[in-house]
């Protein structure tokens, strides 16, 4: 491979404005409303057919996305800390577009939102009082906190920030080192051509991005509704109901049409920034009013429980224990961070233009990962001591839902009632930020990858989100959330397995990658062995198709793997 298609321009250089594709816009527009007008008149069949095909999908594939999860994690790690981690998201002398502190913040901010709001007490609680199977603590004991924390761990740091990490390091290496296209079926070139990347399998490719996005995006607007409502309930008296759901979304979807269309993108960044500080407020109060030493304690604890438990809890898949757990623990988280995968990778394959493969995925993996422990440690380790000392009985709460915890405990803290108007606040900004940045993504992904879509589509796709939150709101609430999610990140999970064998494919020929390291030769055979490469018994590579004048570069074997 010449050394001139590996040195591409930056994103500056890329088309910014593609108009949308018909086909695959009309393709993806009917298949969501087909869905839409199914769950909305024949709730009954839906709830009926979707239940059927969950439990056929948990009992045959629920391996399949603990595997892949696994994978992912395991490969981020080998690509951050093998040569391939010289490699850099744009020119070989590319400079990083933003400062890494502001590239840290931004990462900060994507990995706050509605899912730490609705989970961030509710998640800990529920384990404290409901301990997982197999676990072998009892309920409400220091055992059973431990417990609960370790599993809030695993379910939001290394391995969804992994599962991340891939979709967004495919994407950036095909727009800023391939100057490619912005959109998944980019990264497919190494597989399929450009010929067939840009033609119908490729747009296959980005529907099944786009299907994923939609119901991921849904569940995150879905479980948003919910805790506004319950809220509201709590707060102000308003009495849940599902009339009162859909009040609520459709107010705060009209909020997101109207900054749509305002095309005041600066102020959504400015309101992403707001969301962060106040939250950011919001922890750092119940960490001084709140038991404070506790959680100091039990950061550490909880990082070394967490650590010390993650090959068992990444391997268990529910078959000796209880597979309906995992299946609504576990496989749901696995199968949402899946759907979610092309929209946060976007966000951070944008950011990170001009940065090495290595500082790539060791930020992405460790600073949201960092700043979510904090969180769970701070809300949900503060609930269960309240609930252990006596202070609060919040395992009650854990009976009326995930999304009435955060507010147990604001109301038993000091100003509860400003607090949970803050908390209410906050997600309903999230609800906005959320809803705008997705139906961007998806735009894109329905316009060959134009970084600036078309408002008319961005409000279209955004509007679809909605009423996909809707109707599975009122077919089953939180479980039919659930089930739409890992339906459709089914098939996605095969083509995040594809994204990785492709991104190995072209990183194995890119000269950046420097010479195989003659250090730990046994792990390095091993990752030889899976890269499908052959090692000379100096250690350089030699791709079987060539010569030895072919594989011995300038670069010192460029083309072979090493670690």
Known sequence: ??????????????????????????????AVLVVVAWAAIGKDNFAAVSDSALNWVLSNFGWLFVVAADFFLVLCLILAFSRFGMI?????????????????????????????????????????????????????????????????????????????????????????????????????????????????????????AVFATVFGTATSLGLGTLQVAKGLDLTAGVQESRALDMIIIVSLSAAFVISAFSGVHRGVKWLSTLNVVLA??????????????????????????YFSELLPMASRTG????????????????????????????????????????????????????????????????????????????????????????????????????????????????????????????????????????????????????????VLLLAGGLASLQTATILVALPFVIVMLMVCWALIAELREDPGAGPPRHALHGLRDAVTAMLGDEITEHGHARHPRRGRGEGARRDGGGDGPGV
Do not use: C
């Open 1 to 30: 491979m010449s050394t001139d298609s590996t040195a591409p321009a930056g994103l500056d250089q890329q088309p910014k404005d593609h108009p949308p594709d018909p086909a695959i816009v009309t393709i993806g527009v009917v």
């Open 280 to 305: 950011a407020l919001l922890m750092l109060f119940v960490f001084v009013v709140g038991p404070t030493v506790y959680v100091l304690d039990s950061i550490p604890a909880s990082v070394g429980g």
């Open 319 to 470: 078959v000796f224990t209880d597979p309906e757990w995992t299946g609504r623990w576990t496989i749901f988280y696995w199968a949402w961070w899946l759907s979610w995968a092309p929209f946060v990778g976007t966000f951070l394959a944008r950011i990170s233009h001009g940065r090495t493969i290595r500082e790539f995925l060791v930020g992405v993996l460790l600073v949201p990962s960092g700043a979510t422990m904090i969180w769970f440690s701070v809300m949900g380790g503060s609930a269960i001591r309240m609930d252990a000392t006596g202070q609060a009985n919040l395992a009650e709460t854990v009976q009326e839902g995930a999304e009435a915890s955060l507010f147990g405990l604001l109301d038993n803290l000091p100003l509860g009632t400003v607090t949970s108007w803050i908390a209410m606040a906050l997600v309903m900004m999230y609800f906005v930020t959320s809803a705008d940045s997705a139906s961007i993504v998806m735009g894109s992904l329905t316009s060959r990858g134009a970084l600036h879509p078309r408002t008319w589509l961005v409000v279209l796709w955004g509007v679809l989100m909605a009423a996909v939150a809707a």
């Open 88 to 208: 850099r998201l744009g020119r070989d002398d590319a400079e990083p577009e933003f400062t890494n502190t502001a590239w840290i913040a931004m990462m900060f901010s994507a990995g706050m939102g509605i899912g730490l709001m609705f989970y961030g007490v509710g998640e800990p609680l529920q384990h404290y009082v409901e301990p997982p199977p197999g676990s072998g603590v009892e309920p409400r004991t220091p055992g059973a906190a431990l417990t609960a924390m370790e599993y809030s761990f695993f379910h939001w740091t290394l391995t969804p920030w992994a599962i991340y990490g891939v979709a967004g390091l495919a994407l950036a290496y095909a727009v800023f080192r391939k100057s490619r296209g912005n959109r998944l079926s980019s990264a497919f070139v190494p597989l399929m051509g450009e010929r067939w990347a840009d033609g119908w399998p490729g747009k296959a490719v980005d529907l099944l």
